[in-house]
């Protein structure tokens, strides 16, 4: 074998793991936001969507730590967007129903992934720097999500701070929690992603039957009890 061959056969396999972690972790990240978020609606707790984004900031942070590729973090929220419109089969609903929540999802993704392709040499060496992504990255979103929400399709929430002062009323309110659960949530999940890395590259090489076989396991359970959380709420 070549070492070029062998080289495309390594990027392959590392491909495929990262792969299967953008289905398992988006799949997590959107049951979540069903089941997590009507819990938190439920028992009237304080900082609902900080709670919902640090937990997706999780997710994305244990990608990075896991592929060190800042783009892959792009297929989480794709992954758990596809778990919230679930909805729309289940109950009939419009894809709109859920518009705000996943808008937020993606810009959360998207300025995540900007933020470590810039500074993924300083991510990878500091947790400080971690820290300050995720806080980057929680506040940073919060800003195209107020404006295109109010576009797309504004809840009775966020018109409340469609006024003057409003956006800055909102960043304070919404930004700044967004930052802090991000930037604490961030750095765990990065954490535990390097930790798992080669233990889960390992079971792949080794026992792949047995890790395609718990992954999709882990999806399924994921998007069906996210269904049955969907039907039960009707």
Sequence with gaps: MTEDTRSNEDRALTLRTIAVAVLVLGSLWGVAEVVLNDTVRAAELPFRAGILTGFGMLTMGLLLGFGRRPLAILGVPLVAVLVKQMVVPILGASVLCKANSCIAVLFEAAVLAGVATVAMRGIGK?????????????????????????????????????????????????????????????????????????????????????????????????????????????
Excluded at 129 to 147: C, D, E, I, N
Excluded at 150 to 158: E, F, G, S, T
Excluded at 165 to 191: D, H, K, R, T
């Design 126 to 234: 500091r947790t400080i720097a971690r820290a300050g992504a995720g806080a980057g990255a929680g506040l940073l979103s919060a800003v195209p999500f107020y404006f295109v929400g109010l576009a797309v399709a504004p809840c009775a929430y966020l018109m409340s701070f469609d006024r003057a002062g409003g956006f800055a009323a909102f960043m304070v309110q919404e930004g700044l929690v967004w930052a802090a659960f991000s930037a604490v949530l961030f750095p765990a999940g990065y954490a535990i992603g390097a930790r798992i890395r080669e233990p889960i590259r390992a079971l792949e090489s080794r026992r792949p039957l047995a890790y395609y076989g718990a992954a999709v396991g882990v999806a399924a359970f994921c998007w069906g009890t996210a269904a049955l959380a969907i039907y039960a709420g009707a």
